[in-house]
Antibody, heavy 119, light 108 residues
Framework: QVQLVQSGAEVKRPGASVRVSCTAA????????ISWVRQAPGQGLEWVGW????????KYAVKFQGRVTMTTDTSTNTAYMEMRSLRSDDTAVYYC????????????WGQGTLVTVSS | SYVLTQPPSVSVAPGQTATITCGGS??????VHWYQHKPGQAPVLVVY???DRPSGIPEQFSGSNSGNTATLTISGVEAGDEADYYC???????????FGGGTKLTVL
């Protein structure tokens, strides 16, 4: 069955960078894309961006453009999200989700990765 | 940027029908997806493309979309349906995926 397994929790200082990974199994990784969605404490779901598993093309939410980079490694079926210049309000659970195209629904999700930004 | 508006909360007695709305400008021209999100768990897709259900999602979940409002309907609500529900669209004008603010469903 389809599985998305994310890397473990991270604690970072303000101004630092974080990279979260998402390893896919159970489907052809390069046929679909991966979205990243986050949820800050007490807040709703927020789309961060999407990357094509086939072309590597990306679409980022306007709010994160210039501060986030998404990449994939098709040899290991892994997607990565790097966020730079972290602030305390970037503290959130970050989810990856399979999405065939940038507009496709997210039927499969990773378990989530808690990123805590604190001095 | 495109905005989706959901009521913050909806309450319903067990066995009754819950209706959760998602308002957006001409949302009827877009495909709307709905997610159920429980604390400590990953979100679950319950309706996609306005009206379709993924395999494994019970028939009690249904959706509609017309004009400026999309609606998620949950019939025969059970305690296990208590969760936050989010609508989502792709806005082709801005090339952005947009989530509604979420609706907390409380089963009385």
């Amino acid at each position: 069955q389809v599985q998305l397994v994310q890397s473990g929790a991270e604690v970072k200082r303000p101004g630092a960078s974080v990279r979260v990974s998402c390893t896919a199994a159970g489907y052809t990784f390069s046929n679909d894309g991966i979205s990243w969605v986050r949820q800050a404490p007490g807040q709703g779901l927020e789309w961060v961006g999407w990357i094509s598993g086939y072309t590597g093309n990306t679409k980022y939410a306007v709010k994160f453009q210039g501060r986030v980079t998404m990449t994939t490694d098709t040899s290991t079926n892994t997607a990565y999200m790097e966020m730079r210049s972290l602030r305390s309000d970037d503290t959130a659970v970050y989810y990856c989700a399979r999405a065939g195209g940038e507009w496709y629904p997210h039927e499969h999700w990773g378990q989530g990765t808690l990123v805590t930004v604190s001095s | 940027s495109y905005v989706l508006t959901q009521p913050p909360s909806v309450s319903v007695a067990p066995g009754q029908t819950a209706t959760i709305t998602c308002g957006g400008s001409n949302i009827g021209s877009k495909s709307v997806h709905w997610y159920q999100h429980k604390p400590g768990q990953a979100p679950v897709l319950v309706v996609y493309d306005d009206t379709d259900r993924p395999s494994g999602i019970p028939e009690q979940f249904s959706g509609s979309n017309s004009g400026n409002t999309a609606t998620l309907t949950i019939s025969g609500v059970e305690a296990g349906d208590e969760a936050d529900y989010y609508c989502q669209v792709w806005d082709s004008t801005s090339d952005q995926r947009v989530f509604g603010g979420g609706t907390k469903l409380t089963v009385l």
